[in-house]
């Protein structure tokens, strides 16, 4: 196993079930070897807190894909090797939202690991928050925007790969 999709979501609101930004980087035999970003017209109502934390709102969106045309383009990414997230229970539960909302069949299971889930058993005894992570490693952060999260989150993989961590044994799945 030696390519990673590694991604990351931000909202629009409380609910969880859209996107309004996606950032991917790809991992492929221990570096980094694409990075991608996309704002998702969600097609429903932001919350201020959701704003306020990543910046984004309706403006920000207003000619973005909504969330079916960006799949036709980001599938074969997701399709072509394991997914990775920090936090993966969240931005899991985000895409199976999406999948299903817009009634978009893909897979009934798919492979990911958990950076956060990684962390604790690498790395015990101190804060698996992003930040903390890459003041940690020393990695340039830009905290809730998609594209800085999803590359910290990869290249806190590469640490992990780094030090000799099995990511395979890490590797989960996570139904649809």
């Given at each position: 196993?030696?390519?990673?999709?590694?991604?990351?979501?931000?909202?629009?609101?409380?609910?969880n079930?859209?996107?309004?930004a996606?950032g991917?980087?790809?991992?492929e035999?221990g570096?980094?070897?694409?990075?991608?970003?996309?704002?998702?017209?969600?097609?429903q109502?932001?919350?201020?807190?959701?704003?306020r934390?990543?910046?984004?709102?309706?403006?920000?969106?207003?000619d973005?894909?909504?969330?079916?045309q960006?799949?036709d383009e980001?599938?074969?990414?997701?399709?072509s090797?394991?997914?990775?997230?920090?936090?993966?229970?969240?931005?899991?539960?985000?895409?199976?939202?999406?999948?299903y909302?817009?009634?978009?069949?893909?897979?009934?299971?798919v492979?990911?690991?958990?950076t956060?889930?990684?962390?604790?058993?690498?790395?015990?005894?101190?804060?698996?928050?992003?930040?903390?992570l890459?003041?940690?490693?020393?990695?340039?952060?830009?905290?809730?925007?998609a594209?800085?999260?999803?590359r910290?989150a990869?290249?806190?993989?590469?640490?992990?790969?780094?030090s000799?961590?099995?990511v395979e044994?890490f590797?989960?799945?996570y139904?649809?």
């Amino acid at each position: 196993m030696s390519r990673f999709i590694v991604f990351d979501v931000e909202t629009p609101n409380r609910y969880n079930n859209r996107m309004s930004a996606i950032g991917i980087s790809v991992v492929e035999d221990g570096a980094i070897v694409q990075n991608y970003f996309s704002y998702v017209n969600p097609e429903q109502s932001f919350d201020w807190f959701n704003t306020r934390l990543t910046g984004i709102d309706e403006y920000t969106v207003a000619d973005a894909p909504v969330f079916p045309q960006l799949w036709d383009e980001i599938e074969p990414l997701f399709s072509s090797g394991t997914l990775v997230a920090h936090n993966a229970p969240f931005d899991m539960g985000v895409l199976k939202k999406c999948l299903y909302d817009y009634d978009i069949g893909w897979k009934p299971t798919v492979h990911y690991c958990c950076t956060v889930q990684m962390g604790r058993c690498l790395l015990p005894g101190i804060s698996h928050k992003l930040d903390c992570l890459c003041d940690y490693y020393g990695i340039c952060l830009d905290h809730h925007k998609a594209d800085s999260d999803s590359r910290a989150a990869a290249e806190i993989l590469l640490r992990y790969m780094e030090s000799g961590a099995d990511v395979e044994s890490f590797v989960r799945t996570y139904r649809l």
